[in-house]
C-alpha cells in the first residue's frame, strides 16, 4: 500500500551538464501529471511522462527539472555587419560634425554583430543525463509514499479491530432484542384487544407482529457487514499499485449496511457499539482518500 503524498529529490552532473529534479505529490482521484521544464528539454516531454507513469499510478503530481549546460557556447564574428555598423557610425560623426573615438563595446552590442551558437545534443543524449536523476527521484519518492502506507495500514487494521468488535457484540445482543420486541407488541395489542378480538383475527395479528419484527431483522446486514470487512482487510494486504478506490468502494457499503443496522436495532444497549462503527468507517473514508 502507498500513500499518494510524497516527495524525492536528486541531482546529476559531468563536464557537460547539471541536473536537478524535484518530485511531489498529493491525493487526487486520477493521475494529474505536471512536468516543468526548461526549453532545452521541452522536447523530452511525453517519455518523461511515460517513466513517471510507471511509478505513479494516482494522485496530483508535480516534476520540476532544472537544467544547466556546462558546455561554452559557439560565438562567431559577422565580419560584413561589424564593418557596416562601424562605417555608418563614422558616416554619423562626419554628418553632425563631431569627432570623438568610437567604443567598440557598442559596436559589438549591435544586433546581428556577434551571433552565438548553442551545440545541439540529440534527444537520446539528453533523456540519458535527466533518466538517472528522474529515477532516483522517484525511487525516494516512492520509499517516502511506502512509510506513509505503512502507517495507514496499521491503522487500518486497528480500525478494522474496532469495528469487529462492535460488529459482534451487537450480534450476540440482537436475538434476546429480537424476542423482546416480539412479546412485547405481542402483550401490547393483546391486552388493548383482547375483549374484541376472534381466534382468526388473533392469529392475524400475530402474523402482522411478525412481519414487523422481521423488518427490524439486522441478521443480513450483519452477514454483509462481516463479509465487507474481511474483504476490506484482504485488499489491504494486496500487492497491486492502486487499491485506493477499491478500498473507498467497500467502506461506503460498510457505512450503508451500519446505518441501516442503527436504524433498524433502535436499543440503548448497542447505540455505543454502533456509533463506534461509524465513527471508525469515518476515519478510514478519511484516511483511505490518501491511498493510491
Not at 558546455?71 to 554619423?92: G, H, N, Y
Not at 534527444?123 to 516512492?142: G, N, T, V, Y
Not at 441501516?260 to 476515519?283: D, P, Q, R
Amino acid at each position: 500500500m502507498k500513500s499518494m503524498t510524497g516527495f524525492g529529490k536528486a541531482s546529476y552532473a559531468d563536464d557537460r551538464f547539471e541536473v536537478e529534479i524535484e518530485v511531489k505529490s498529493l491525493n487526487h482521484r486520477f493521475l494529474d501529471m505536471r512536468i516543468l521544464l526548461p526549453r532545452e528539454v521541452q522536447s523530452l516531454e511525453l517519455p518523461l511522462r511515460d517513466i513517471v507513469g510507471k511509478s505513479i499510478g494516482r494522485g496530483k503530481v508535480d516534476v520540476r527539472v532544472t537544467w544547466r549546460d556546462k558546455r561554452l557556447p559557439q560565438i562567431e564574428i559577422d565580419e560584413d555587419r561589424l564593418k557596416a555598423v562601424w562605417t555608418m557610425f563614422e558616416q554619423a560623426q562626419r554628418i553632425v560634425g563631431q569627432s570623438q573615438e568610437i567604443s567598440l563595446d557598442r559596436i559589438l552590442d549591435r544586433p546581428g554583430v556577434v551571433r552565438e551558437y548553442s551545440q545541439q545534443t540529440e534527444d537520446d543524449e539528453l533523456l540519458a543525463a535527466i533518466r538517472q536523476p528522474l529515477e532516483e527521484a522517484l525511487s525516494r519518492h516512492a520509499a517516502m509514499s511506502r512509510r506513509e502506507g505503512e502507517a495507514m495500514h496499521d491503522f487500518f487494521i486497528t480500525s478494522l479491530a474496532r469495528i469487529d468488535s462492535a460488529l459482534s457484540g451487537i450480534e450476540a445482543e440482537f436475538p434476546e432484542y429480537r424476542n423482546d420486541l416480539f412479546n412485547k407488541y405481542k402483550t401490547q395489542v393483546s391486552e388493548m384487544l383482547a375483549s374484541s378480538l376472534s381466534d382468526e383475527e388473533h392469529r392475524r395479528l400475530l402474523v402482522e407482529i411478525a412481519l414487523f419484527v422481521e423488518k427490524s431483522d439486522v441478521n443480513e446486514e450483519i452477514v454483509r457487514l462481516h463479509d465487507h470487512i474481511a474483504k476490506f482487510r484482504d485488499k489491504i494486504f494486496e500487492t497491486k499499485r492502486q487499491v485506493g478506490k477499491a478500498l473507498n468502494f467497500i467502506l461506503q457499503e460498510m457505512q450503508r449496511e451500519t446505518n441501516t443496522i442503527g436504524a433498524k436495532f433502535n436499543s440503548v444497549k448497542v447505540f455505543s457499539e454502533v456509533l463506534t462503527m461509524k465513527e471508525e468507517i469515518e476515519k478510514c473514508r478519511e484516511m483511505v482518500q490518501n491511498v493510491e
